[in-house]
């Protein structure tokens, strides 16, 4: 009798512009203040990433070099990239195909999935999946989103949430438990208007009209998303504990996506977990989008233990929301 297959993370890597935008910067910019911003959203600073001709591909590739370095592999070993983003470097074609591309990694098919801020959980799942029926060995899953080319900086709701950034992990089969053990994943259309970008896509294309109207930048309805994001978050992280007989104490860490200290909080209350277990970096980065949960992973792999208990929840645009329960597959190096 052979061992199930589970999908274990077996290296995690990540890349962050150099260019901060601090809050002060911000105060020069709109009608805001530091203290505004800090105490509402927990936010001090974001990476920009500056420069004629670069996308969210030159924020990967960097990334996934890294992790293939790290657990010393060629890129021409990876069979598949998934890219969870909603700032592709073009329409078509995809992201994904284009970080192959830059990396040599001339062996891996590849696509970008699109659930706003829960992109790297729907990826992360997805790739769990190729790896558990046995079809694929090496699935690199990447959480990367150039939010300060879709962000409006004259609309002081949005402009002082959002930065850039990227983060990967690889997936390799395991026979011994370790890895992605369950996820619930969700998503409900009728939350579309809250959260978007209304132009740019088959039903608003591009026109005169359209830039006028400032309408290919992001745009949200900051309270009803956060009071859907709150619960969203919350239940669902709840309810993928209660189905496996867990409880906080069996949990080593949280990884919740990095959108505002308060539905953080929310949370990790939610389901019993003290301060100390939560993952938190989004002083320093912001909201990245789908490039939260990776970065977090890859600022605290040195503290996470084989076999310890993660957490991974998000709540994104669309209304899209999830939780992911895995178990660690290696001690720090």
């Known amino acids: ?30 009608d805001t203040n530091d203290e505004w911003i800090r105490t509402r959203t927990g936010i001090s600073e974001r990476r920009i990433l500056k420069g004629e001709g670069l996308a969210t591909s030159d924020m990967i590739a960097p990334a996934v070099l890294e992790l293939c370095k790290k657990r010393g592999i ?64 090496k699935v690199v899953v990447v959480g990367a989103d150039k939010m300060s080319a879709i962000i409006d900086y004259t609309d002081r709701n949005t402009c002082v949430i959002f ?13 011994e438990g370790y890895g992605v053990q369950d996820s619930i994943l969700k998503s409900d259309g009728a939350g579309r208007n809250f959260l978007n970008m209304k132009a740019g896509g088959s039903l608003r294309p591009a026109s005169m009209e359209t830039v006028a109207n400032r309408e290919h930048f992001a745009y949200q309805e900051g309270q009803t998303v956060f009071k859907f994001a709150v619960k969203g978050m919350a239940d669902v992280s709840a309810e993928l504990l209660e189905r496996n007989n867990l409880t906080g104490d069996d949990i080593a860490w949280l990884v919740p996506h990095q ?37 977090c992973l890859w600022e605290w792999e040195s503290k ?19 939780a992911t329960w895995l178990k660690w597959a290696y001690d720090p190096k």
């Open 74 to 137: 060629d890129p021409k070993e990876i069979d598949c990239m998934i890219v969870g983003t909603v700032t592709p470097d073009m329409v078509f074609p995809s992201t994904a195909n284009v970080v192959c591309d830059k990396i040599g990694a001339t062996n891996a098919w590849g696509f970008d999935l699109s659930a706003a801020c829960s992109g790297f959980l729907f990826s992360l799942t997805t790739g769990a999946s190729y790896i558990e029926s046995g079809r694929y060995k």
């Open 304 to 322: 996470l233990k084989k076999g310890d208990n993660i957490v991974l929840a998000a709540f994104g645009g669309g209304f899209t929301w999830g």
């Open 1 to 30: 009798m052979s061992n199930k297959i589970t999908a274990a993370i077996t290296a995690v890597a990540g890349w962050v512009p150099e260019d901060r935008l601090t809050n002060f910067d911000l105060e020069k910019m709109v």
């Open 259 to 295: 959108a505002n200290l308060r539905i953080i909080d929310a949370t990790a209350n939610r389901i019993g977990l003290s301060k100390e277990k939560v993952m938190i970096n989004i002083q320093k980065f912001g909201n990245t989008t789908a490039g939260t949960i990776p970065l």
């Open 163 to 175: 930065g850039d950034g990227a983060a990967c992990v690889l997936l390799e089969p395991n026979e």
